[in-house]
């Protein structure tokens, strides 16, 4: 008796222990994302601060916080499709598990 109410109780929670792994990935992933953005942008940061100091003229100013700024944007639209792109891919496994164990 006892060993029939643990298999059902372990056959309920399959569901829930899949979407905590999958839940666990999605932070670990973003975190791992999440750091590598912010150590390139302070990186370009600094780059930027040590080019613009040595601009002696508005021109070249202007074209150093243009050529900053848009690097800028091109990782800030880079790095949210990839997060766009990974949770889209991640919500599809979480729907595959609440079919899957509605379906039984």
């Known amino acids: 008796m006892y060993e029939k109410m643990f298999e059902q109780a372990q056959f309920s929670m399959k569901p829930l222990s899949e ?3 999958l839940n ?3 932070i670990q992933d973003a975190a791992e994302k999440q750091t590598a953005f ?3 942008v302070v990186s370009d940061s600094m780059a930027f601060a040590k080019e ?3 601009q002696k ?3 070249g100013i202007y ?3 243009k050529a900053y700024m848009e690097s800028l944007q091109e990782k800030w639209i ?3 499709t990839e997060a766009y792109e990974t949770f889209s891919s991640n ?3 979480i729907g595959d598990v609440f079919k899957r164990s509605s379906a039984v």
Do not use: G, N, R, V
Request: aromatic letters at 8%.
């Open 78 to 80: 880079a790095a949210s």
């Open 24 to 26: 666990a990935k999605i």
């Open 91 to 93: 919500q599809e496994k």
């Open 38 to 40: 912010f150590k390139d």
């Open 63 to 65: 074209q150093t916080q």
């Open 57 to 59: 003229d508005y021109s």
């Open 19 to 21: 979407l905590m792994t």
């Open 52 to 54: 613009l100091s040595s």
